[in-house]
């Protein structure tokens, strides 16, 4: 007899499939395009795009954790000191 969690664990996979599959689909396309360089350059620019949008979004939760953090050990921290991980590019 199939157990739920295996169930769970079979729609869990079919999701990530799917989430991967649409996330990676414009690789995929410029991967399979008959036009090389455009094909080439399209990913280039899609995946640049997608790497600058994730760095950004890491770096607004370190400041969000830096936030929390501070506020758990009642420390204020200035404004300049959150701000410049946001703009220092080697953090």
């Not at 769970?8 to 999701?15: A, D, N, Q």
């Not at 795009?49 to 929390?68: D, E, K, N, P, S």
Request: charged share 10%.
């Amino acid at each position: 007899m199939i157990s739920g969690e295996s169930i769970f664990l079979v729609f869990e996979g079919i999701v990530a499939v799917l989430v991967y599959g649409i996330l990676f689909y414009p690789f995929f396309a410029c991967l399979t395009t008959e036009y090389k360089l455009v094909g080439s350059l399209l990913g280039f620019v899609y995946g640049a795009l997608r790497h600058v949008w994730v760095i950004g979004l890491y770096r607004i939760l370190l400041v969000l954790v830096i936030i929390v953090v501070f506020a758990r050990l009642n420390i204020t921290p200035s404004q300049p000191f959150l701000l410049f991980f946001l703009v220092n590019p080697c953090v």
